[in-house]
């Protein structure tokens, strides 16, 4: 029978199928990071029992971390206690930990890819919502909750239903000045923030075929921000190539026998989705959100919608714009910034800052603006520094911070006040999700760029040389 | 982590008729350093229902003393956004067992299922039908039977079914959680575990 790139990998995991309920499903690696790990590790004590492959979890801390200053004690003592117990706990059950200091710490979807722990048909699990990400290499990957996190620790599975089949072709060619963030905005505006839940989302089609891993990265990422799971991208040369040499990644015969594996892994031609969206890459525009979900994101150039055209409650439309005192109608170009965030798992991997550089370099920070750069992890900092992107940013009045999640979700000390405005690289513009009364637009590293030289919000493409 | 059985609930409901209310709300980051699972129901919806100064937001339907119970009534596309299961700690912890709405985003929906929550499904219809009647008398009383999977509007004796898998549904009723299970096919795990491709 024809078979989807997901149900390749999904069939190859299932330990079991309940009759009537989910399917026992091995992971093959699990991540884990200081936030939503703890209390797993109190259900192992409790029940007193051992993690069954110590070797296929890894630890990292990055959720809680501060991003300056990361070689003196970490200040907050509920965040220092998070870290410790994260430390202890891997110690305790022979994990390893790459803690904040260690070469190898940054944000757990950045890091997993670069050292090659995200490989090709694998089943991929961590307590965060974006291991999503991870999809980029033609796994299945997905967020779990705590209690599920125990699970893969104690038993090296979860259980879940199969979800449903859906396929986002992207065809032609994108235009100067348009990402692969802006065409996961522009997906997620089309299927709103629940158009995908139910389902696991294959990504096909020429503009994903021609993304670099960093893109296809950030695309995945944003699955969850319509309610998928997931969402995975077969692997091709492209793949085989970013992950050739990695530390994690087999070698000499092993890498042989993989390769003949993961080339087998793509969906067969007569395959069947339960659904399949098809839009035309090269009509996508910078995009920027208006509201406080990522599907409320329009193209940069357009006007705020009227309720009535929105999918979803007036009442909840209202309140949403009322947060954001923004106002049906309005246009988003020269909306007022006082901060910008350049970092995440959605956007802090080297070809964001590229972007971002691109852009500034030759120009000069805004003064009313504070702008955050936050790379995801310390083989990304590096890269900027080599490559000459600091210097380029220096020049232009920025200043770059040490690896985490930072403002994304603003855990740590990097919180958006109250009232004020940020273009933001990250994933979500809920209420409060920067900080408490902090009003967030996502965008594009590029559009970041636009608004950290001119203060506003800015079309990136009339900076683009 | 053991909770409490679940079989019958006959209770009245917080009404909170907002769409897509996502888990930033129901358990913001910063009340996530916790290594123990203690006081997240302090926490529900904190932003919504406390000033920065901590005082009560008089307007927001938990600081409202007319509506009470163990079910709360959620808009559509119910917990999106993270993964964090203390969001729906804290639903538990605040003494709701059950949450209705017309949609739920799925990782939350799964997180509900494993600590004893459980989400009941209707339809936009019925859902809104539970909306009028609970604002028309707060007094109202909402009846959910998981052995039966219906849930009544107790005054007018008008029901709906919902959905729950025969396996989900048996470990609500016994207060079982998914270790309990994956514990008992070790043996299976670690046998299939030498047949992976790679």
Not at chain 1, 162 to 173: F, H, L, Y
Not at chain 1, 269 to 290: K, L, N, Q, R
Not at chain 1, 404 to 417: E, F, I, Q, R, W
Request: proline share 5%; with cysteine; hydrophobic share 35%.
């Amino acid at each position: 029978m024809s078979k989807t790139l997901f149900d390749k990998v999904w069939d190859t995991h299932v330990v079991r199928k309940i009759e009537g309920g989910p399917d026992v499903l091995f992971i093959d690696r699990h991540l884990i990071h200081e936030v939503t790990s703890p209390v797993a590790f109190l259900g192992l004590k409790s029940r007193g029992i051992k993690v069954l492959y110590p070797e296929r979890t890894f630890a990292t801390a990055d959720h809680n971390t501060p991003t300056i200053n990361q070689h003196l004690p970490v200040a907050d003592p509920l965040s220092a206690n998070q870290l410790k117990a994260l430390e202890q706990n891997s110690r305790e059950y022979g994990i390893s930990h790459w803690g904040l200091g260690h070469q190898k710490n940054g944000i757990v979807h950045v890091v997993g890819p670069e050292y090659g722990i995200t490989q090709p048909g694998a089943t991929i699990v961590c307590g965060d919502s974006h291991t999503s990400t991870h999809g980029a290499f033609g796994a299945i990957a997905f967020g779990i909750g705590t209690s599920e996190v125990e699970m893969v620790l104690s038993t090296q599975c979860i259980m879940q239903p199969k979800p449903k089949k859906m396929r986002i072709n992207v065809t032609g060619q994108l235009s100067k000045g348009v990402t692969p963030k802006d065409v996961a905005l522009f997906i997620i505006s089309k299927l709103t923030t629940s158009g995908a839940t139910g389902y696991f989302v294959e990504y096909a089609g020429e503009v994903f075929e021609k993304m670099s891993m960093e893109g296809r990265m950030t695309v995945c990422n944003l699955s969850i921000e319509m309610g998928a799971r997931g969402g995975m991208i077969a692997p091709d040369e492209t793949t085989f190539n970013y992950v050739q040499g990695r530390e994690f990644t087999p070698k000499g015969e092993a890498w042989d026998k993989a390769m003949a594996y993961w080339k087998t892994l793509k969906t067969d031609a007569d395959a069947v989705f339960d659904i399949e969206y098809t839009y035309d890459g090269s009509a996508i525009e910078p995009m920027i959100t208006y509201g406080t979900n990522p599907g409320m994101g329009i193209g940069i150039s357009n006007h705020i919608p009227d309720a009535k055209e929105v999918e979803g409650g007036v009442a909840t439309y209202e309140k949403s714009l009322g947060y954001m005192d923004f106002h049906q109608g309005d246009s988003m170009i020269g909306k007022k910034v006082d901060y910008v965030f350049v970092g995440s798992c959605t956007n802090g991997r080297i070809e964001d800052f590229r972007a971002f550089a691109s852009l500034v370099k030759g120009k000069k920070k805004a003064e009313n603006v504070t702008v955050w750069l936050v790379p995801g992890s310390h083989i990304v900092e590096s890269q900027i520094k080599e490559e000459g992107i600091l210097d380029i940013l220096t020049e232009a009045g920025f200043t770059l911070r040490q690896p985490g999640c930072s403002a994304c979700l603003a855990m740590n000390d990097d919180k958006v006040p109250a009232g004020k405005y940020a273009v933001s690289t990250s994933n979500r513009n809920f209420e409060g999700r920067q900080g408490p009364g902090a009003r967030t637009m996502l965008a594009s590293p590029l559009v970041a760029a636009a608004a950290a030289v001119t203060g506003k919000v800015t079309d990136p493409r009339t900076l683009l040389a | 982590m053991a909770y409490d059985k679940f079989t019958i609930l006959t209770s009245t409901a917080v009404p909170l008729p907002i769409e897509n209310v996502d888990t930033d709300q129901i358990i913001p980051a910063r009340f996530l350093k916790a290594t123990e699972r203690v006081g997240f129901g302090d926490n529900l919806f904190r932003d919504w229902r406390y000033n920065p100064d901590n005082t009560p937001k008089a307007d927001f339907v938990l600081n409202d003393p007319t509506y009470t119970g163990k079910i709360l009534l959620g808009g559509k596309n119910f917990g999106s956004g993270s993964s964090r299961e203390h969001a729906a700690w804290a639903v538990y912890d605040y003494g709701f067992r059950a949450v209705v709405s017309s949609f739920f985003a799925d990782i939350f929906k799964n997180n509900c299922l494993n600590i004893g929550v459980l989400p009941v499904q209707v339809s936009p219809e019925f859902l809104q039908k539970i909306f009028d009647a609970v604002y028309a008398d707060p007094k109202t009383e909402l009846e959910i039977d998981l052995p039966a999977q219906t849930i009544t509007l107790s005054p007018t004796g008008e029901k709906e079914s919902f959905d729950i898998s025969s396996y989900k549904k048996d470990n609500m009723q016994n207060g079982f959680d998914d270790i309990d299970y994956l514990q008992n096919i070790k043996t299976e795990i670690q046998e299939f575990a030498t047949h992976l491709p790679l």
